[in-house]
């Protein structure tokens, strides 16, 4: 049996920084970070989707959005149980076959899934789908960018931008990177040294994430301190890789960034040495 170690972070008043086995952040905090009870719902809906994902691609499936929700719940009184939870499916695509949709969901509440099947004797958890085709599956992830700037109000919400920012670029998607800065966006990289190279611009800037990612062996951004102060936002983190033999490197450093609009307008890079 394998153990698995995660952790959380005090950082100011009910201001939480978790960190996942990888140690990834997730803001924990309210109004404008994750809420503790939600948590079990969404790590319900979270490991659901991971599977589906892969086992749709494996069947060729052509999806081009899915939305996840789980609508819980939960006694009146502490302390507050889950009674049940209701997992909706959206899944939008061309030529979605949907025998191959409902074995994914089915595959997922019966086998792969190692959050349903340790809440499935204590919560009644009930599925339902809906398969969306045509103009109606041409959402996507504008959406994410949008209701981020709906929330941009609070220095959480700035933490929480730039958190799905690092999130994205360790998933490697450029286009989840590019959708949360602005148009006339700055980014100063760390190299050449004394100053770093300047890009202005999205094209400029997508085309050097887009290089980088190209050419960089499993790249990852790890989140050491973080916090924001008006519009701007302070990161302190480790930058990890793999060279062309395999063997790991890092650098330390740190981001300063600048938030306009809720979109990042300016990310500006320096390192240790």
Wanted: proline share 4%; hydrophobic share 40%.
């Amino acid at each position: 049996m394998s153990t698995e170690t995660v952790r959380i972070d005090w950082v100011r008043d009910q201001l939480f920084l978790m960190r996942d086995r990888f140690d990834f952040p997730i803001v924990m905090t309210q109004p404008s970070g994750v809420n503790a009870a939600d948590l079990l719902p969404l790590s319900l809906i979270g490991c659901a989707v991971w599977d589906i994902i892969a086992i749709l691609k494996k069947q060729r499936q052509q999806l081009t959005d899915l939305h996840v929700t789980a609508e819980s719940a939960r006694d009146d009184e502490p302390p507050w149980r889950f009674r049940k939870i209701h997992v909706r499916y959206i899944f939008s695509g061309t030529n979605l076959n949907e025998m191959f949709i409902k074995r994914a969901i089915d595959l997922i509440a019966s086998r792969y899934c190692s959050t349903y099947a340790t809440l499935r004797d204590a919560v009644e958890i009930i599925s339902d789908y809906e398969i969306v085709t045509g103009e109606g599956a041409k959402e996507g992830r504008a959406g994410i960018a949008e209701e981020i700037a709906a929330d941009s109000s609070g220095e959480n919400a700035i933490i929480g931008l730039v958190l799905q920012f690092n999130k994205a670029l360790n998933a490697g998607d450029v286009e989840a990177m590019m959708e949360l800065m602005t148009e006339d966006c700055v980014f100063e990289n760390t190299y050449p040294a004394p100053d770093g190279m300047r890009y202005e611009g999205k094209a400029p800037v997508r085309a050097f994430w887009e290089s980088l990612l190209n050419t960089t062996r499993q790249p990852r951004i790890i989140v050491e301190e973080i916090f924001a102060l008006g519009d701007r936002c302070i990161m302190r983190w480790a930058y990890q890789w793999l060279d062309a033999e395999g063997s790991p490197g890092h650098v330390r450093g740190v981001d300063i960034y600048k938030v306009r609009d809720g979109l990042i307008a300016e990310k500006l890079s320096y390192v240790k040495g």
